[in-house]
């Protein structure tokens, strides 16, 4: 009697040891939960953006997503491995800011898509244009010219946290360029795939376009809710 408590008592032991063991290994493998594409089919039959091209960048952003994850995924491998200075990892992640800015940016962009009326005056945002930029037309001028640079890229209006200052900024491919600790309010995709489709090479029509979808509502928002973190810190 007293060998068989000893065996299951031994037994107990093991399997909690191996319980405990599973539990840790999968905490440590869902310690990057996964991103998920987000819908953006609202936006078909928006003015000045074909379905068509909207199909493929919508496309084109879930590979983003994709990739994040698989990124993730493949350098929690390495991690789990000890791999973590091989050189693997470090190529991966390099890769990383790429694919997460570029699923990040899409997000951006889409979102501050689909509105119809102009930005109200009253709001904060357009006081503050006014402000830093001498008058709301002086900003889209600039706005529009900075999406007008030659090269890939991205034009985005930034909200600097520490002064409160915007700026219109060149964001070349995805990951190079941005304000460290800025706000993005409005992001505007200037690669060729955003229009190059329905364009061709006539960026002027496709920032036009643009401007006559933005989602002011939104990049107000943006504004306050970045004025209101500062604000409690």
């Given amino acids: 009697m007293k060998f068989k408590w000893t065996l299951l008592l031994f037994l107990a032991a093991i399997f909690l ?3 405990a063991q599973d539990m840790q290994h999968a905490q440590k ?7 998920i594409a987000k819908d953006y089919s609202y936006l078909y039959g928006m003015p000045g953006f074909a379905d068509a091209l909207l199909k493929m960048h919508f496309y084109l952003y879930q590979g983003y997503v994709k990739n994040t994850n698989l ?13 973590d200075q091989s050189y693997d990892y470090g190529a991966l992640k390099r890769r990383f800011g790429w694919e997460w800015d570029g699923m990040r940016l899409h997000e951006f962009y889409f979102e501050n898509l689909g509105g119809h009326e102009p930005l109200d005056k009253s709001t904060a945002l357009f006081q503050k244009i006014g402000k830093d930029f001498g008058s709301y037309e002086a900003w889209k001028k600039s706005f529009i010219s900075t999406g007008l640079m030659r090269g890939i890229g991205w034009a985005i209006l930034y909200r600097d946290p520490e002064t409160g200052r915007l700026f219109n900024t060149w964001i070349n491919e995805h990951d190079l360029g941005h304000l460290s600790g800025g706000n993005p309010l409005l992001v505007m995709d200037v690669f060729e795939h955003a229009y190059i489709t329905q364009y061709g090479l006539d960026r002027g029509k496709y920032i036009n376009a643009f401007f006559d979808n933005i989602d002011w509502t939104k990049v107000a928002k943006r504004y306050d ?4 973190r500062d604000a409690m810190q």
Avoid: G, I, P
């Fill in 71 to 83: 990124l993730l995924s493949r350098l929690r491998e390495l991690e789990l491995q000890d791999r």
């Fill in 29 to 35: 493998t869902n310690l990057t939960a996964e991103y």
């Fill in 17 to 19: 040891l191996h319980s």
């Fill in 225 to 228: 809710d970045a004025v209101t």
